[in-house]
């Protein structure tokens, strides 16, 4: 489960891509259905994922759907390489992302936009360092407006305390406890991970996807070919 993660590296990161956009206007001070929240897990019963070939990590992520993106702290980014591999080699869950993966030079927010649209589900990592950054915050706050506000996207956002240095639940902040959350050192994780998965929702959403991305290239081509 943690094969070799501490040697991993990664092109993307949070506080540097803070960094490189604040001259951007207005980012300046920016470090980083009633029935609200039935959001993401469980509600969708048996089923089995599929198994998927992993796409090569010079592959533009743009280009691919992932089955999830894991949403993490700056200072979490060895546990969420180490979740990615757990969901890919333990329970086939492919392609996954995690942020840190997200390609480099580019704002922060429009790689947060791509992690989102670009994948059918969300996991947030609830560890001890979630609560010390104001990124993580903002993160989940859009996640969850997203899935309220986008019909599709409802049931995506998964909270998941993994493992190592996990968030006791006391300190989630409120908004995340109303939704149910993977927990790895639970009995009934890997069932949990089955139920939530599902094949179809992701076949689903990833057809969405493929529509608006080739509404996006008929609008580009229509708007080149009138200058």
Request: with cysteine.
């Amino acid at each position: 489960m943690g094969n070799g993660n501490s040697k991993r590296t990664f092109p993307f990161s949070p506080r540097n891509s803070v960094k490189d956009s604040r001259a951007s206007p207005g980012q300046e001070g920016f470090k980083q259905k009633p029935k609200t929240f039935e959001l993401s897990l469980g509600e969708e019963t048996s089923g089995e994922t599929n198994t998927e070939e992993i796409h090569s990590s010079d592959e533009d992520p743009g280009d691919v759907f992932y089955r999830f993106v894991v949403l993490h702290a700056e200072e979490d980014v060895e546990e969420a390489a180490r979740v990615q591999d757990l969901l890919q080699n333990e329970f086939c869950i492919k392609p996954g992302i995690i942020f840190a993966e997200m390609p480099g030079g580019r704002h922060l927010f429009e790689n947060l936009n791509d992690a989102m649209n670009g994948s059918a589900w969300i996991i947030i990592l609830l560890t001890e360092n979630f609560l010390s950054e104001l990124w993580c915050e903002f993160q989940f706050c859009t996640c969850l407006f997203s899935a309220l506000t986008i019909p599709h996207k409802g049931y995506t956002v998964i909270p998941m305390r993994p493992r190592n240095n996990p968030l006791p639940r006391e300190r989630t902040p409120f908004i995340l406890q109303t939704i149910n959350t993977l927990q790895e050192d639970s009995p009934g994780f890997a069932q949990q991970v089955k139920n939530i998965f599902q094949d179809s929702r992701y076949r689903q959403q990833q057809a969405i996807w493929q529509y608006e991305k080739k509404k996006e290239e008929v609008q580009k081509l229509l708007e080149w070919q009138t200058y």
